[in-house]
């Protein structure tokens, strides 16, 4: 595919949704000269707060998205639940990264099980599950396994672990016997994401392999490098990622999350069309940010291999920060952690903290991953934070 003339600085921007992801991409913009317009109903939302415009709208709006691409050169979406069919309205007019057909990919799971298939990727051994009859005759050797809604899921909701055959049929209907993804339950050794970044041109690049911890569902810790992972199985993780967006050819910034079984093969887990919690960490550890990929991808701008230039922890602070042990509201000691070494903190300008609400990261660098380590391990001491992938 010809690659087209880069948008130069000044040009418009176009975001469909406004958390703290489209937060991050409008300063990343920003910084390169671009002003961007969020599309969000939440007149309090965090990008648009950030965005040079806030149309306050749904994203199926048609008068927002016929305003966004009369004054917009290219648009993007922030997260996978907004309609496809918005994106590709807006691909009538102008460019979009990623595609509407990607991110319906990425919207079931279904879909996402048979990408990786194509893509020549392994991901677990799973069956589709549409009505309480295809439960019943589920293949037996998928239980225990775990039962994710194929639509609308993501930290953790939309998910049951089943043991049996009568487990699996109670948790379909709590559900509410939507179609469902029943997957084996394997003996998982670590978690890992690679996040790419693909031109329109073809031209692919990724950061480096990402090593997860989460806690009930939600990712708690990030470590770069991959530690305890072997070089070999980095590689293969990122040459995976990179074909599944080939497979489709996308456009934009990617995320895949593996799953590595305790015999070493490494599986698919699923993947997100946008900058991803876990990619975090490169705004400060990292010569290019996951966010500015995701820009210069929308504007034809060349896409530099990322250089990790300091080894990094990437600590999510959950809205249960800003409450004590008697659930009465405090503000955590940010002078407390500010005082380490190697401490940057984002947060998402959210004023309404909540139990499992996802209020800002802290990346925690150092001029080795053992300093890096001991530092985060000190804030997560301070803040009362889960200590998954630091001791």
Not at 177 to 191: D, G, H, K, W
Not at 320 to 345: I, K, N, T
């Amino acid at each position: 595919m010809t690659k087209l003339q880069a948008l130069h600085p000044g040009e418009w921007l176009g975001m469909l949704g406004g958390g703290q992801l489209g937060r991050m991409a409008v300063h990343a913009a920003q910084a390169l000269g671009y002003r961007v317009a969020v599309i969000d109903p939440d007149k309090h939302s965090p990008a648009g707060a950030a965005a040079d415009e806030h149309l306050q709208a749904g994203y199926d709006d048609a008068h927002a998205l016929s305003q966004l691409a009369s004054r917009c050169a290219a648009a993007s979406t922030e997260f996978e639940n907004v309609p496809a069919s918005s994106l590709e309205r807006l691909a009538q007019d102008i460019d979009v990264a990623p595609a509407g057909a990607a991110v319906a990919v990425c919207q079931d799971r279904a879909a996402e099980k048979a990408h990786f298939a194509k893509a020549g990727v392994p991901c677990a051994p799973h069956a589709v599950l549409r009505t309480g009859a295809a439960c019943a005759a589920v293949d037996a050797g998928l239980l225990p396994g775990i039962l994710k809604t194929a639509r609308m899921g993501y930290d953790g909701k939309g998910q049951r672990r089943v043991a049996d055959a009568a487990e699996l049929a109670s948790a379909f209907a709590e559900l509410g016997n939507v179609p469902c993804v029943l997957e084996a339950l394997l003996p998982l050794a670590a978690e890992l994401s690679v996040i790419v970044a693909r031109g329109r041109d073809g031209q692919i690049v990724s950061l480096p392999v990402q090593r997860n911890w989460h806690v009930g569902g939600i990712l708690a810790t990030t470590a770069v490098p991959a530690s305890g992972i072997a070089p070999a199985l980095q590689v293969q993780a990122q040459q995976q990622a990179q074909a599944i967006a080939a497979a489709f050819e996308y456009v934009g910034v990617l995320c895949i999350e593996f799953f590595v079984l305790q015999d070493g093969r490494l599986l698919a887990n699923e993947m997100a069309p946008r900058p991803h919690n876990s990619g975090h960490y490169s705004i400060d550890a990292c010569s290019h940010s996951q966010f500015e990929l995701q820009v210069r991808a929308m504007t034809q701008l060349p896409l530099p291999q990322p250089r990790l230039h300091s080894p990094a922890f990437m600590l999510n602070l959950l809205g249960d920060l800003w409450f004590d042990a008697q659930g009465q509201r405090r503000e955590p000691d940010w002078s407390a952690v500010l005082a380490l070494p190697g401490a940057h903190l984002h947060l998402y300008g959210k004023t309404d903290p909540r139990p499992g609400r996802k209020m800002g990261h802290l990346t925690v660098t150092g001029a080795s991953a053992d300093e890096a380590r001991a530092q985060a391990l000190q804030a997560a001491q301070v803040l009362g934070l889960p200590q998954d992938g630091l001791v």
